[in-house]
């Protein structure tokens, strides 16, 4: 049996994600056995930066934390300043963060966090540019190429995704996290 066997890691994205931080998760945790999903606020497809394109599976409007054991975020700053001003990739996140499940974060991902009032009082790190918005949220940032709080996984840059990959899958595998709370 693999790892995520029977798990189900929904990704929120759109158009303008950095294509390796959606691509290269997407096959650490199906290869460890889970099916992943792609919800976005677009219905259709969507395109990264460098021209990859991946069907939409759920609507944004339409998914529910409930149905999924973790999530996880690419970066890309078009991408991540889009969902933030999405209502219901916002409130998706929160659901995550609410249902203690483990969530992941890389580059300009952590912008979503922040406008779903999630990082007060926690540990991350991200692209350097949003080191004064995470702290300004009240979050502690740091420069590590992945750093792990309670079941939050997040990353600096695509440089990262090896050890960004293995985190993401070690906290998918261990479940639900106490301290994995809004």
Not at 115 to 129: F, H, I, W
Request: hydrophobic letters at 45%.
């Amino acid at each position: 049996m693999s790892t995520l066997s029977g798990k189900t890691v929904a990704f929120v994205a759109t158009d303008g994600f950095e294509d390796s931080e959606l691509t290269s998760p997407w096959d650490a945790v199906t290869a460890a056995g889970a099916t992943a999903v792609l919800i976005s606020p677009a219905t259709d497809s969507i395109e990264g930066k460098n021209g990859h394109r991946q069907a939409v599976d759920v609507a944004a409007s339409a998914a529910e934390a409930a149905d999924y054991d973790a999530l996880v975020l690419p970066g890309g700053v078009v991408n991540a300043d889009d969902l933030r001003l999405d209502a219901a990739s916002v409130a998706l996140a929160r659901e995550f963060f609410a249902q203690h499940k483990p969530v992941a974060a890389i580059c300009h991902a952590a912008w979503l966090l922040i406008e779903a009032d999630v990082v007060d009082g926690r540990t991350l790190t991200s692209y350097p540019s949003l080191k004064t918005d995470l702290v300004n949220a009240g979050a502690t940032w740091v420069d590590e190429e992945v750093v792990v709080d309670e079941g939050l996984v997040s990353s600096r840059t695509p440089d990262d995704l090896p050890a960004f990959n293995a985190k993401v899958v070690e906290e998918i595998a261990e479940g639900a996290h106490a301290g994995q709370t809004v």
